[in-house]
């Protein structure tokens, strides 16, 4: 993969082996075990998209982020932030870049603004930010007045998301960012995640909720037990997903087994059901002279599309 | 190191630091009131009587002389206890038991190398530990002053027993602060660090109580202190070698291994 100059994450054959030896029990002797959290990863992220990560719970996410900001070292392959290796150049790296870790934790004993004070002068430059985002998340000046131990699930996650973005960074890598806001105020961060890509920022975005990164995400990689399967942009993962066709029609049903993009063709009592991959012109046009009473063309899902990375065998199991 | 960061530091431990100043400014000047009080009735009881008397010298300090009684005031447990809260307490929590929270993770996606982060806790321990036992001298001082006895403490010998107190004290911070950055947990650093403390401290008690099993106490952190020898004037320079070889290779150990460790998502 060759970077581009506006690349603001790249990864090549970034791997993670976490090992230990270990005395096996009964046994005689020592095993080595060792557990591979990220086999070979390479991605690069554009400046100026929004990025999606996509992976169930110990699929690699969180190992991929933490080597990317410096807090676990890779056992193999090289990943640059902003054009800086991650490995020696750590601080510089995260000089630019905003993190919000998944399950954020705070000093409980200082109010809200005492932390986002302090927080934001350990990165020893100003908050330009911080004024519109507690605008846009509703958190009042009274609010953060109180300590820190007083604030909901959802309170904290918005000061988390706060800390990460208040003095604009050219990258926020978020991991799971709207875990535990109200529908009303993730859609408020959103907003904020559009105005930041209409800035030029990068964002990294790890989540779980495919809706949320369909809505918000330009390109999403999904890794599956630490590999990459699969790296494409929202839409044309969502292009290439098969949609489910239901229509009820008169008369002898249309044949469409040999139209391109159409599988699955099943026809009962009049009710006509197919598999529609792709361009939707040739199916239209196989039943343009077809009396159809109703039809329904589902729409592709990315949570379709991540479901079918993971019904199959994981990567490198045997057959 | 990071002015923030120990800012931070010494506003998060003001109050546990007043309450323990509080603690060690108490110790320090009820120490020579017992002496000018009690100390020469206490001196006729215990004379002639070996085992009372093998009690009352524990780890070179009494209460039949004023520098004996502020020598007991470094070696005593009391004193430990409080120094303990930050030689010990406070040096285990500051990486391991931040990292178990979680809050260490927030500090360090700042622009802060893991080696700043370590220096300023380590610096700020050591001020802690200074300011306590400078608390605990001058109410010693102030103390022998009101009672009287002020002419029989030799003052230009304080400062280098204030300076082997803290070397000691810096010794377990510094093991401490080692074994906080080795581990994940905070239950493991804690154990560690304890365990070297206390055992050194049962050396020294064992040895001082004990006539027979005295070459336990070469062994003994505690027994390099000497706090009556050097308020008589004779600091060794081979304690003084020792505190600081033992802190040297503490700190390199902590410097070695911080950068290098991994630091998975806090459970």
């Avoid at chain 1, 996650?157 to 529908?183: F, R, T, W, Y």
């Amino acid at each position: 993969m060759v970077p581009t100059p506006m690349s603001a994450i790249v990864t090549r054959g970034l791997s993670k082996t976490y090992g230990a030896r270990e005395r096996v029990l009964g046994g005689r002797g020592e095993a080595a075990t060792r557990v591979r959290a990220l086999t070979d990863l390479s991605i690069e992220v554009r400046q100026g998209e929004i990025f999606g990560f996509l992976g169930p719970n110990g699929a690699g996410k969180s190992t991929c982020i933490r080597i990317l900001l410096g807090y676990l070292h890779p056992t193999g392959g090289s990943a640059t932030v902003l054009g800086r290796p991650v490995i020696g150049d750590a601080a510089e790296v995260r000089r630019r870049v905003g993190y919000l870790p998944s399950g954020i934790s705070f000093y409980d004993t200082m109010t809200g603004e005492g932390l986002l004070d302090y927080l934001a002068r350990l990165y020893g430059r100003g908050s330009p930010r911080r004024e519109a985002l507690l605008d846009r998340l509703e958190l009042s000046a009274a609010t953060l007045r109180r300590p820190v131990r007083d604030y909901s699930r959802g309170m904290r996650q918005k000061i988390g998301i706060i800390q990460a973005l208040q003095h604009d960074p050219e990258l926020a890598v978020l991991d799971e960012p709207s875990e535990g806001l109200d529908p009303l105020m993730q859609h408020a961060f959103y907003d904020i995640l559009d105005e930041l890509r209409r800035d030029g920022r990068t964002i990294f975005f790890s989540s779980h909720v495919l809706s949320e990164v369909e809505r918000v995400c330009d390109r999403v990689a999904i890794i599956r037990a630490g590999r990459l399967v699969a790296l494409s942009d929202v839409e044309e993962l969502l292009r290439r997903r098969r949609r489910r066709v239901e229509m009820r029609v008169e008369g002898p049903p249309p044949s469409l087994e040999r139209v391109p993009g159409v599988s699955g063709v099943e026809s009962r009592e009049g009710i006509l059901t197919c598999q529609l991959e792709g361009d939707v012109g040739p199916f239209l046009a196989a039943i343009a002279g077809v009396r159809v009473f109703d039809l329904t063309i589902e729409p592709a899902r990315l949570e379709e599309a991540f479901l079918e990375f993971y019904t199959d065998d994981p990567p490198g199991a045997p057959s | 190191m990071n002015l923030t960061l120990f800012r931070r530091t010494l506003a998060a431990y003001r109050v546990r630091l007043l309450a323990v100043g509080t603690g060690m400014f108490a110790w320090g000047f009820v120490l020579p009131i017992i002496y000018a009080t009690f100390g020469q009735d206490l001196k006729e009881l215990v004379e002639g009587n070996p085992l009372l008397s093998q009690f009352a010298r524990f780890g070179g300090g009494d209460v039949f002389s004023l520098h004996g009684a502020i020598a007991l005031g470094f070696i005593h447990p009391f004193t430990l206890v409080l120094m303990g809260i930050f030689a010990v307490g406070f040096s285990t929590v500051a990486v391991a038991g931040e990292r178990q929270r979680g809050t260490l993770e927030v500090i360090l996606a700042r622009p802060i190398s893991r080696h700043a982060v370590y220096l300023t806790l380590l610096l700020a321990g050591a001020l802690f530990l200074a300011l306590l036992l400078a608390v605990h001298l001058v109410a010693s001082v102030t103390s022998a002053s009101l009672m009287g006895v002020l002419d029989e403490l030799e003052l230009a010998n304080l400062p280098a027993l204030w300076l082997v107190g803290w070397l000691l004290f810096m010794c377990f911070l510094a093991i401490g602060l080692a074994a906080s950055v080795s581990f994940d947990r905070l239950a493991p650093a804690l154990g560690i660090t304890l365990t070297i403390v206390l055992a050194s401290y049962l050396l020294e008690v064992v040895g001082s109580l004990w006539p027979d099993a005295a070459w336990l106490q070469d062994y003994s952190l505690f027994h390099h202190m000497a706090a009556a020898e050097v308020l008589d004037g004779q600091m060794m320079a081979g304690d003084i070698a020792l505190f600081g070889t033992v802190i040297a290779a503490a700190v390199a150990s902590a410097w070695i291994i911080f950068p290098r460790r991994d630091l998975a998502a806090p459970s």
